[in-house]
Structure formats: structure tokens, C-alpha cells
């Protein structure tokens, strides 16, 4: 994902993938997969499809209609209403109740995926962190902190704390949880962190300048892992805090660089062994 490469001719076998979001100036996923796809000697090409809220089912059925579609990344605000326009959602896509990614399959039917969580937890595997057996306190349950929880129990966590504003969220979230991982030792708890290995912020808190910390960042300690969502600022509020505590700390980007690969996988844009490209 370094220097854009050119696009390849696009010609009349070239697969088109779309991006839906609205607004959508802001995106940068089609810049990145087209490099990738160049970069891999795929014929096919990914644009921006805005379309508003009101029209998303509308644009579906007609995307449906298009042979040459390869698939489709969806984003903010589609990622629920998305669920039910698919033919089929993966387990974890289902209990999330979201999806952002969509492969066309052979036959037209549009298989749906969520590849948010398994993005953020690959990203600490490649920093070397793995969160088999680590208990985590997980700060949020909006849409990102949901697909992170799901993803770190399918993961073989330990412990799932989570701490959110709004309680009922929280209660949800991990009533979720408990259904469809039994097994699962999920608790609600206050914004103190300590006696958790890795500490993840899932909330919104930490974009804007001047927002509060989204927990109490004077009880970490030095043996923990402090990692984010957020990706820019790179360096939060709260990564700032947990340095000063002599926390190993993770940024929100390896989570994007992860995801984007778990993407290109699932949407079939990498050459596979044998490809005539
Ligand atoms: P995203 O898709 O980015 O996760 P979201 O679903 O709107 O966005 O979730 C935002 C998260 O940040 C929620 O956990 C939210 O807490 P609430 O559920 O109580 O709304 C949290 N959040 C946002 N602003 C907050 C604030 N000022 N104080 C505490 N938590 C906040």
C-alpha cells in the first residue's frame, strides 16, 4: 500500500467493485485497493458508488442486475442497513448485525461480511501481540467496539471487560455475546482498567481535540497494552497518557493495512497461483 500505481486499460472483461458511503469525498479504501490490484495484475477497478441512506436498497437491486460487479466495501452509514439487502451474512457478520464487505458470487447472490473486528485484531498479531488467553477491557459499544468484542472472544480471549457511556448499550453488547459464545467470561464495568492485559479505546473519544480520555488513564500500569480505533491523530489523548504510564501502546492504522488485506482476500482481488491475469 505505498506508491499508487497507475490502473490497468479498463477494458470490457474488467470487474468493477464499489465503494458505498455517504458522505464519501473522504474514503481512501479505493485508492489502496486499486493500487493493490494493479500492483497483483488484476483486471478490475474500484469507484465510488454515493448513494444516500434512502436509496441504498434501491442501488442494491440495481447493482444486482450487473454482471461485470465484482463486489462491494460498504461504510458509514450503511453497515446495518446493508445486513438485510445480502443473500447470506457470515456467522460473526449476523451477530455484529453489520457488514462491510459484499463479494457477488458466481451465480449473483451478494454474500456479506464484517471484516472490522478481524481487522483490529490482526493488526495487533502483526505487532506481535496475541490476545489468546489475555483478558481485555474494551472501552465503547457502538458499532466498531461491537465488531472488536466479537472479534477478540472468536479470538480465545480470556476476560472481556467493557465500560460504555451509555449502560444499556454495554448490556446488550455483552447479552450478545453471551449468546452466541456460552462459554464467553464477559462483565460490565466501570472506566478503571487495571488487572486487564490489553486495553482497547472502541470509542469515538480521541478524534476531536479536547475530548475526555474514554477511561481513567491514571490506573494503568506499565505491564499493559493500550491500543486504539481511532487513526488520526495517530497518537491520541489516551496513547499519549498510557506512554507516560510506560504501556506498550498500538495505533488505530495496522488495523486499516490489515483490513484492507482481509478485504482484497474476500473480494477475490488477489492473483491466485495459476491465474492467466
Ligand atoms: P462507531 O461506529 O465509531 O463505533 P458509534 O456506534 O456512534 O460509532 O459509537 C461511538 C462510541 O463512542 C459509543 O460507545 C459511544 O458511547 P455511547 O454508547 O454512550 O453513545 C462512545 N462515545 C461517543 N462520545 C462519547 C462521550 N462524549 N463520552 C463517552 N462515550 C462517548
Known amino acids: 500500500m ?73 461504510t458509514v452509514p450503511h453497515k446495518t442497513a446493508i445486513v438485510d439487502l445480502c443473500d447470506a451474512v457470515s456467522d460473526s457478520a449476523r451477530r455484529i448485525g453489520a457488514v462491510n464487505t459484499v463479494r457477488r458470487e458466481a451465480d449473483g447472490r451478494l454474500v456479506g461480511e464484517m471484516l472490522d473486528g478481524k481487522g483490529f485484531v490482526g493488526g495487533l498479531l502483526a505487532a506481535g501481540i496475541d490476545p489468546k488467553g489475555k483478558s481485555v477491557y474494551l472501552a ?34 455483552a447479552a450478545r455475546l453471551a449468546e452466541a459464545f456460552p462459554a ?19 470509542t469515538s473519544l480521541g478524534l476531536k481535540d479536547g475530548d475526555p480520555l474514554p477511561l481513567d488513564a491514571a490506573r494503568l500500569a506499565p505491564e499493559q497494552i493500550v491500543a486504539e480505533v481511532i487513526m488520526q491523530p495517530e497518537e491520541t489523548a489516551l496513547l499519549t497518557a498510557a506512554r507516560a504510564k510506560g504501556c506498550r501502546i498500538h495505533f488505530g492504522k495496522p488495523m486499516l493495512a490489515c483490513q484492507l488485506d482481509l478485504m482484497a482476500d474476500f473480494l477475490g482481488m488477489r492473483a491466485l497461483a495459476g491465474d492467466d491475469k
Do not use: C, W
Not at 184 to 202: F, Y
Open 2 to 74: 505505498t506508491t499508487p500505481l497507475p490502473p490497468r486499460e479498463i477494458t470490457g472483461l474488467t470487474r468493477v467493485y464499489g465503494i458505498l458511503a455517504d458522505p464519501i469525498h473522504h474514503v481512501k479504501t479505493p485508492q489502496m485497493l486499486n493500487t493493490l490490484m494493479a500492483r497483483e495484475g488484476r483486471d478490475g477497478v474500484m469507484v465510488p458508488f454515493h448513494v444516500a441512506s434512502d436509496d441504498l436498497a434501491t442501488l442494491v437491486a440495481g447493482l444486482r442486475a450487473m454482471k461485470s460487479l465484482g463486489g462491494f466495501v460498504v
Open 140 to 173: 465503547g459499544a457502538g458499532g466498531a467496539a461491537n465488531a472488536i468484542a466479537f472479534a477478540f472472544v472468536e479470538a480465545g480471549i480470556s476476560r472481556l471487560t467493557i465500560a460504555n457511556r451509555t449502560r444499556a448499550k454495554a448490556d446488550d453488547l
Open 184 to 202: 464467553a467470561n464477559v462483565e460490565i464495568d466501570t472506566p478503571d482498567p487495571s488487572g486487564h492485559d490489553i486495553v482497547v479505546n472502541g
